[in-house]
């Protein structure tokens, strides 16, 4: 078992729940991917895909689960290559709005989701992807949603530093991801 983790604009930070998850996951000894993207502050598509290419390769994609938080989640959609197990995409930033700093990430030319299960974690109140775009992103990749509530982008500044429903799901205890 194997984890790739897709930070958004800016990275993710210490209080972030991918790097309390990263954490939590290397602890179990499996092994953990959580790359720090170029230009977080101001990130270009193309470098990210070749990032993110380089991570892949060197992950055993039948076994890979990635886990990605906003603008991450777009790099992802973007990515058009062999499938990896799972992708979960939390708080996706709004896929057709294009809008400085990151440059090339909308729009997404075709919804893909390059994994055998894909899942969506969103809020009803997330001010960068409103749940209509949100549940409209998922269901054209034909993708469940677990929605949560109130919980604004999903990130730390919103209490999702420790997330024990991600754990548990990350190693197959638990479906779901609400609290």
Known sequence: MAFLLLHGL??????????????????????????????????????????????????????????????????????????????????????????APAVGFRPIPRPVSAAASTRFVCSTDDPWCPPPRSQALADQLGAPVDWLVDAGHVNADTGFGPWPELEAWCVGERESLTR
Do not use: F, N
């Open 10 to 99: 800016e990275g993710s930070g210490p209080e972030h729940w991918q790097t309390w998850i990263a954490g939590r996951l290397e602890a179990r000894g499996l092994a953990v991917a959580y790359p720090d993207l170029p230009d977080a502050d101001a990130p270009r598509l193309a470098d990210w895909l070749t990032a993110l290419e380089a991570e892949l390769a060197a992950l055993p994609l039948a076994e890979t689960t990635v886990l990605c938080h906003s603008l991450g989640c777009l790099l992802w959609l973007h990515h058009d290559g062999p499938p990896v197990a799972r992708a979960l995409l939390v708080a996706p930033t709004q896929p057709d709005v294009e809008s």
